[in-house]
Structures are given as C-alpha cells and as structure tokens.
C-alpha cells in the first residue's frame, strides 16, 4: 500500500489528502498558517458528495519531520516551487514517485533534478479553502496522471502511476491515466488561459463570463489559440473539446478561478507556468499567440499593482 505525502494542504492537498486517508490510504500532509489548528481538530470537507471530518490526521509543519513516502503529492501553488529543492529530498526513497498537482507547463522539467520520477496530475475540480483546515468542494474532482519524460515525450502508463490511480480510484476520485502528459498539459490550458485570465482582468465569475455571448465568443478565440500552440507542438486538441469545456462551464456552479482567488488575496499570480512558458513554447514552434499574450501583459501589470 502507498504512503502518501501532500505538500500544500489548501484546497486541492486537503480534498485529494483528505479522500485518500479516508477510504484507508497512509497521508502525511505538510501545513503552515494553521498547522496547530489542523493537528488539535483535523481536517474537515465539505463537499455535495457529503460533508466528512479527519479529526486525526498525520499533521506536520516541518518537512524533516515527515517520513519518507512512496508518492508525493506537491499541492503547492507553481510560485511556490523554487522551495521544493529543500521540501522534496527528505521525503524521496530510490522508487518515490512525485506529483505534480499544478496548473500550467513546464514545472516538471526542474523537478526531474530532483527526483528520480515525476508526474504530472491535472485536477480538474472547483474547490476553496474556506478556513483552518476547513476546503469546501463546490464540483467536478477528476484528475489526470501522466508520467513525464524529458523533453514532454509520450511516457505511457507505468505500474507506478497505475497503482496511485487504483488508489484515487478507491478514493472515490474519477482518473484517468494519460499517455501523453504534454497533451493532457495542453487540453487543461485551453479552459486555464482564457478563464483564470480573463476572471482576474474582468473581476467576474465563470457564470458571469459564460453569461455574455460577446465574452463567450472572446473565450472562443483564446482557447483556439491554445489548440493551435498544442498542434505546434504536434498535439491535436479537436473544436469538439473546446465546445465541451464550455458546456462544462456553463453548467458549473458559478465559481471564482484559484487565479481571481489569489489576486483577492493579494498573492502572486501564477503567471510563468499558465502564461509565459506556453507562450515560448509556441514562439519556439512558430505559432502566433496575439490573445494570450495580450492577455498575459494585462495580468502582469495588474500582478506588479496588486502587489505594491
């Protein structure tokens, strides 16, 4: 049985953590401002698949203290990551496996320095963390596992990754196991860009967005633009999954995306992994971006003021 590790227990460490430990799974989680409340009253979700309380959870508020785990799941925001060169080689055995739970392209490259093998895994769940140890889970909770090798190369599926599938699984939690990370990476971006961008520079709602036919046209265009820099890189993504994500989102529960979240809070955005390096992906592969970038220089400036 895998013993898990959970870096970053805000909303997304604490649900996936949370359902893991509850239908039986070893979780050891990593917290920081509500550490002590967390270790006295565990972790509560509240959630339409029923509300559920840890109250004794394997809490933690040093990595040193922590054992070392068969997978670890880095729930970090990706600004965070110039920490997991110190967070990570305490917990790493010679089989650990590290996930990357994080929007964006680009991060796992860095981490293979760290760790022998790496994975990405795509959450594709509205969730928020509400209070100390308390994430509200508002919809959606699938997750994608795509094993990386260098250079985004086709990996396929190892026993590995299969068995922390079969874990999600158990956990009540929809997975899918994807060949091809880089694709996977792609298709979460086309909803990424344009909706986490858009909801900080328009101070709107994914219903308030969907509302508006010009602004849905708009959110058109950018995630064409998106399909195209995947194909630039010989990843096809059909009109027919753009036109679903749109329906998904326009049947979701009005949601603000973790980006408006963390502009609200005046936290750094996560420009670089969602923005920037697709971006010079699809310059490297001569694939015009005009929307994206245009809407990347937006959220810089708007990222600089919040932040003064």
């Known amino acids: 049985m895998n013993r898990y590790a959970v870096l970053g227990t805000g ?7 949370s359902r893991l430990q509850k239908a039986g799974l070893e979780v050891h989680f990593l917290l920081h401002s509500d550490y002590e409340h967390v270790r006295q009253y565990g972790l509560r979700v509240i959630s339409p698949d029923g509300d559920f309380l840890l109250p004794q959870v394997n809490a933690y508020g040093n990595v040193e203290q922590m054992p070392p785990c068969d997978v670890v799941l880095v729930a970090l925001k990706t600004t965070q990551n110039h920490l997991l060169d110190q967070l990570l080689p305490p917990l790493l055995n010679p089989d650990s496996i590290v996930i990357l739970m994080q929007n964006g392209l680009g991060a796992e490259p860095t981490i293979a320095k760290i760790a022998r093998h790496v994975a990405g895994g795509l959450c ?5 963390k509400i209070g100390p140890g308390v994430i509200q889970h508002i ?8 094993t990386y090798l260098e250079g985004y190369q086709p990996a396929g599926v190892s026993p590995q990754l299969a068995a922390v599938a079969q874990d999600f699984q158990k956990a009540g939690i929809p997975t899918e196991l994807s060949p091809d990370l880089l694709l996977t990476r792609w298709q ?7 909706f986490n961008g858009l909801s900080v520079v328009l101070n709107a709602t994914t219903a308030q967005m969907m509302a508006d036919p010009g602004l849905v046209e708009l959110i058109r265009q950018i995630m064409q633009e998106v399909a195209r820099a995947a194909a ?12 679903e994500r749109l329906a998904h989102t326009k049947n979701m529960r009005p949601y603000l995306t973790s980006m408006k979240l963390d502009y609200d809070h005046h936290r750094p955005l996560e420009l670089e992994t969602i923005f920037h390096n697709p971006i010079q992906m699809a310059r490297r592969n001569r694939v015009a971006t005009p929307l994206t970038e245009m809407l990347y220089q937006q959220l810089q400036f708007l990222d600089r003021q919040n932040q003064i």
Do not use: M, Q
């Not at 909303?11 to 953590?17: E, K, Q, S």
């Open 11 to 17: 909303a997304l460490g604490g649900f996936y953590g």
């Open 139 to 146: 919809d959606y909770k699938a997750i994608a596992l795509g």
């Open 188 to 194: 979460k971006l086309v909803w990424n860009i344009p």
């Open 232 to 243: 630039g890189c010989d990843r096809t993504i059909p009109p027919s999954y753009l036109e």
């Open 124 to 128: 594709f769940i509205c969730a928020h």
